[in-house]
């Protein structure tokens, strides 16, 4: 007789490295079994998810190109500082022989910046950089210099699309979630009315509110017309630097709002009725329901639904891809867009492949943080 | 407010409530419903009708002249053909292969599928968007055999819009849950009746799977069908484009407004339709995905 061990040993290559140790010899079909039956969607796993995001990582810090005669070269962090380089610098007015401010025009006269930023030999550090912003302080004016104003701008653009868009489409969702969430005849038919705009591909919907946006005949102009009798007047909703971001942002709301509501539904029907009716038995009314009971059973939902907004939001692309391209004076720029631009439009893979890298970072401590806010506290 | 009684102030709130719901319903419903039927009138008349509610209903010179006008401008029948056939295939491969890999890892020991499981876990918190790039680049290498022997190279055909999406770790997830939640006593029955590996899966535990292959299938679904960067960086051939994508024909021509609401309806009300028919399955899916992922 052969102990388990022994047999083990001398069975073929295939079953020592399928089965698992602890596993009678005759289980060694299932072993082969199980292995061949997850393989094709492993496979497909491997090549068209980790391996991307493995070179995403890698192809960041070369020149790699979408198509090149030459071979990749390393480059370090180069992509990454060209992207991310950001300092200030003071500018001291311009005195004249006495020591006094020269102004001119009733305002103080500068040096110019790119004396600065143009093949300065004293300032090697600000070579190639340009003005993001500036701001006066005292008689001096500190100046923002990027490296890339485009990418900071379409950084900013997207962090600030997502902290906004978080807890407005997660609130009104709730809101509507608490709405629908009542035993009336056809609040069914409520629930699918809100949730329709989930299925229309956000193309789609792009597009439509482009018509809807429109500065001359657009529907949103001539409502609030109607609604004002006449005193409002029209906006190209899209064509302004201020409202074409928050238009993208009413849009997106509208668009998925349903989604979440449809999370918090769920979450609200895990609260057990008769938490409520002890409530109402110790005389609590309708806000006090609310925030004693409806509330903390939402906690978990709520952290999922803010994280689930914000990662979404983070890849923003289809809107400003169909509405907007980026304008206008690059109000509506994103990081997906960007990353599009760069590693399709201009082919340039490695420069889109370190944008992803710095999407990702962002979009992992994110949901690191739901990790952390959801944690089991005992 | 004493003066009435307890009936009527209750049918007052009932009454205010149902107000406010057919209110918010207008703000869903009122933008679909001005594409829809904005696609039935000529440019004039409805640039003339957003004025008033008439832009909401089918008043006027209604005709399906647009969609007429939208077939010539752009070969819709070949795209709508695209999509219609990448998004089958993706489904139907995504939901034998995601519940082949589930039904392995709920049900059979192997080596390594513990730590696989929690790797494919993992893969949740990346978004498409940070792969995009370089799996373009991937794409651009692999090798697929043409009528002309091993050519390099997978942009610009029907499989690049398919193979990468044919298995995922939210759809290997969803199977994977529900098979574990099945009892035990399904597979060893089966077992001690000599039934094959091939045949638990296939005729006792897919039957059974409907709920979750619905839901499954909903959700790749709605992910094929408005497919949009993916095959706006991949295919370049008219012949190829997918129903999303051919949209862009549209995006400079702001005189044509008849038309694209037309093409906006054609993509548009069959996934409407396909929605209202399977209403709950639809949310249940979303609700699903949305706790799960």
Do not use: C
Request: zero cysteines.
């Amino acid at each position: 007789m052969l102990t388990a061990a022994e047999a083990r040993k001398k069975a073929p290559l295939w079953v020592r490295l399928l089965l698992p140790k602890d596993a009678p010899l005759y289980q060694r079909n299932d072993a082969l079994f199980g292995w061949l039956m997850a393989l094709p969607a492993l496979l497909i796993l491997i090549v068209f998810l980790v391996i991307p995001f493995l070179m995403a990582f890698v192809i960041s810090f070369t020149n790699q190109r979408l198509i090149s005669p030459n071979p990749a070269e390393w480059m370090g962090l180069r992509n990454f500082e060209r992207l991310l380089s950001v300092r200030a610098f003071t500018l001291e007015p311009e005195r004249d022989d006495s020591g006094a401010i020269v102004y001119q025009d009733g305002g103080i006269v500068y040096p110019r910046l790119r004396n600065f930023t143009r093949n300065n030999p004293n300032y090697p550090e600000l070579d190639g950089l340009r003005e993001f912003t500036s701001w006066q302080s005292g008689d001096n004016r500190t100046v923002i210099l990027v490296a890339d104003v485009v990418f900071l701008r379409a950084l900013i653009n997207t962090l600030v699309f997502a902290s906004v868009i978080a807890p407005l489409q997660g609130g009104l969702a709730l809101l509507l979630a608490l709405l629908l969430n009542q035993a009336l005849p056809f609040i069914n038919v409520f629930r699918a009315i809100y949730f329709a705009p989930v299925v229309v591909s956000m193309v789609v919907v792009s597009l439509l509110w482009r018509f809807i946006y429109d500065g001359n005949n657009g529907l949103l102009n001539n409502l609030l017309g109607i609604l004002s009798f006449g005193s409002f007047q029209p906006v190209d909703w899209l064509g302004n630097p201020y409202s074409a971001l928050p238009a993208i942002i009413a849009m997106s709301v509208w668009q998925a709002v349903g989604f979440h509501m449809v999370i918090w539904l769920a979450g609200l029907q895990t609260i057990p009725a008769s938490l409520y009716e002890a409530a109402s038995l110790d005389g609590a009314g309708g806000w006090q329901k609310f925030r004693y009971v409806t509330w903390p059973g939402l906690r978990n939902t709520a952290v999922l639904v803010l994280i689930v907004i914000t990662i979404q939001a983070m890849g923003l692309f289809v809107q400003v891809d169909v509405m907007t391209r980026g304008g206008p004076l690059d109000a509506t720029q994103s990081v997906v867009y960007q990353a599009v631009q760069r590693g399709f439009e201009k082919q340039d893979i490695a420069e889109g492949s370190a944008i992803s890298v710095i999407l990702f970072v962002i979009v992992f401590v994110i949901a690191m943080t739901q990790r952390y806010l959801t944690r089991e506290r005992r | 407010m004493n003066a009435m009684s307890f009936e009527t102030r209750h049918n007052l709130s009932i009454g205010l409530r149902y107000a406010l719901l057919i209110l918010i319903a207008t703000i869903f419903i009122f933008p679909i419903l001005f594409m829809v039927m904005s696609s039935l009138k000529p440019d004039l008349q409805m640039l003339r009708d957003t004025a008033s509610l008439r832009a909401f209903l089918p008043v006027g010179d209604i005709s399906l002249n647009n969609y007429a006008e939208a077939f010539e401008r752009v070969p819709i029948v070949q795209f709508a053909f695209n999509s219609v056939f990448t998004t089958s295939v993706s489904v139907a491969a995504s939901l034998l292969l995601n519940s082949m890999a589930a039904f392995s890892f709920a049900f059979l020991q192997w080596r390594g599928k513990a730590i696989l499981l929690s790797l494919i876990i993992a893969t949740f918190i990346v978004p498409f968007e940070v792969i995009a790039i370089p799996m373009l680049l991937v794409a651009n290498n692999l090798p697929w055999i043409g009528p002309e022997g091993i050519e390099i190279g997978w942009l610009n055909s029907y499989h690049v819009q398919i193979i990468p999406f044919i298995a995922d770790s939210l759809g290997i997830f969803l199977f994977y849950q529900y098979f574990r939640d099945l009892p035990d006593e399904l597979v060893e029955a089966a077992r001690i009746d000599g039934a094959s590996i091939w045949q638990i899966y296939a005729r006792i535990i897919m039957p059974i799977a409907g709920p979750i292959v619905a839901t499954a299938a909903i959700l790749k679904f709605l992910v094929m069908w408005n497919a949009y960067i993916w095959p706006l960086m991949t295919i370049r051939s008219e012949e190829l484009r997918p129903i999303m994508v051919g949209l862009q024909y549209f995006f400079q021509l702001n005189v044509a407004w008849g038309e694209i609401m037309a093409y906006l309806s054609m993509v548009t009300i069959p996934v409407l339709i396909f929605y209202l028919a399977l209403q709950r399955a639809f949310i249940e899916s979303i609700a699903t995905s949305g706790i799960k992922g």
